[in-house]
């Protein structure tokens, strides 16, 4: 008889059961026959730490068949299951097709791409994946090959941010390796979070992401010397939608594109620690979610990241260090593949600069979240940036933090000085 362990006392959407899991494990591990003897459920994250989707972490006790006899021996694993529960306010993620990408991610993508690197892993194994009654993702628990996330809050030291850049490098020159291999690909991803179909067409982006930038237009509105930049994120208030969907649009003069991850912060990827001389050092990265992965400028990717995930500190003694690095394991693995044309160092400052709109979006919109301490988190969804009095309450709490103004000073005069307010 089968058992089912559920000591955090989560709730669990019925369909979660016997004959999800087992088809699971016959289509992961691909067996025709399994017997499940067990299941134990825990939270897969913290609450408040995933806007859009439910993330359990799944316990599996089970058996092969062989030779039409089950097995005496039985097996365990631990996997990571996804619900994307789409709501009046999740609409957007629908209408981008997020499940359908990140489905066709794991399974056709990822693989090739871990084949033309020569070996590089860039995501979890999927297993198995269902449509209805509620989009659901089932894959390997990374955690247990020894990868953690690293704290959203504290923001990513030097050898956090080194390391992921390296990786993401990696990942980018690849994608365009499988893009000159498979140019059907780029069509298949075209749009990402600052997609016009999400823009253009629901109210929730604008709801949810515009509250952040009132409260900075707020916040600096107050800050001496900062009275016309703040008139500047008024204007960029005022055109929100327009100023956002064309901070991510193909540009006449776009030098290449590549793959870009999409959601390039804090819990989108996860590292592993393999030296025990020097356990607190990463030395492999991994990414995942990726529902908004889409062709683009590499500076989408690279700018969002570069404002929403890396201590102040480290930016500001250490930007352009990080870029060149990302540039130089980019390089490699085009060199690697044979790549023809392989884009300049000047072919990517531009790019960086043509894009900055893009991480002036990732600073007053994901900043203020992805830093956020866990006890103002907790309550966080979608549905409750939609209340005006919530989310008021929430905005003012944020913008008292000493930290996030001084990050948020200290970009703003940066996106000032380059010009970037004359970019909309």
């Known amino acids: 008889m089968m058992v089912i362990q559920n000591k955090q006392k989560i709730s669990v959407p019925e369909y979660l059961n016997e004959q999800f899991f087992t088809e699971t494990l016959e289509e992961g591990l691909r067996e025709s026959k399994v017997t499940l003897k067990e299941i134990n459920f825990e939270w897969g994250s913290n609450p408040g730490d995933n806007y859009c989707s ?14 039409g006899k089950e097995s005496l021996a039985t097996e365990q694993l631990s996997l990571i299951v996804k619900t ?39 995501g979890a194994k999927y297993y198995h994946s269902v449509k209805t009654p509620v989009q659901t993702i089932v894959f390997s628990d990374l955690k247990v090959e020894g990868y953690k996330v690293a704290s959203r809050e504290a923001g990513l030291d030097w050898d956090h941010a080194s390391l992921v850049l ?21 069509k298949q991803y075209t749009r990402g979070m600052l997609s016009e179909e999400i823009l253009m067409k629901s109210d929730t982006f604008e709801q949810m992401f515009g509250g952040f930038l009132k409260g900075l237009i707020k916040s600096s509105a107050g800050w001496p010397g900062f009275e016309k930049i703040s008139k500047n994120l008024q204007r960029l208030l005022d055109n929100f939608r327009s100023v956002c969907v064309a901070a991510a649009k193909p540009k006449k003069g776009d030098r290449y594109v590549v793959l870009n991850h999409g959601d390039m912060w804090t819990n989108n990827f996860m590292y592993a620690y393999g030296n025990a001389l020097q356990p607190k050092v990463p030395t492999q990265a991994i990414f995942v979610d990726f529902q908004l992965s889409f062709y683009g400028s590499p500076a989408c990717d690279l700018n969002f990241f570069l404002n929403t995930s890396i201590k102040l500190e480290v930016l500001q003694k250490r930007r352009e260090e990080l870029i060149k690095l990302y540039y130089a394991a980019f390089k490699d693995a085009l060199e690697y593949a044979r790549f023809d044309g392989i884009p300049t160092y000047e072919d990517l400052q531009y790019e960086l600069r043509s894009r900055e709109t893009y991480g002036l979006f990732g600073l007053f ?11 103002l988190a907790q309550d966080n969804s979608i549905e409750n940036m939609q209340d005006e009095a919530f989310k008021n309450r929430k905005m003012d709490a944020i913008f008292s933090q000493k930290f996030l103004n001084d990050y948020q000073k200290w970009a703003l005069q940066r996106a000032d000085s380059l010009g970037v307010f004359g970019d909309y």
């Open 54 to 67: 439910a993330i359990y972490r799944v316990g599996l006790t089970f058996a092969k068949w062989a030779d």
């Open 84 to 122: 994307i529960p789409i709501t009046e306010a999740t609409q957007f993620l629908e209408d981008v097709s997020v499940f359908t990408k990140e489905k066709q991610t794991y399974t056709d993508v990822l693989p090739r791409l871990d084949i033309l690197s020569g070996g590089d892993k860039f």
């Open 166 to 186: 390296q990786q993401l490098g990696k990942f980018h020159a690849t994608s365009m390796v499988l893009a000159k291999r498979d140019p059907a690909i780029v």
């Open 365 to 375: 919109a994901f900043l203020p979240m992805v830093t956020m301490p866990k006890e």
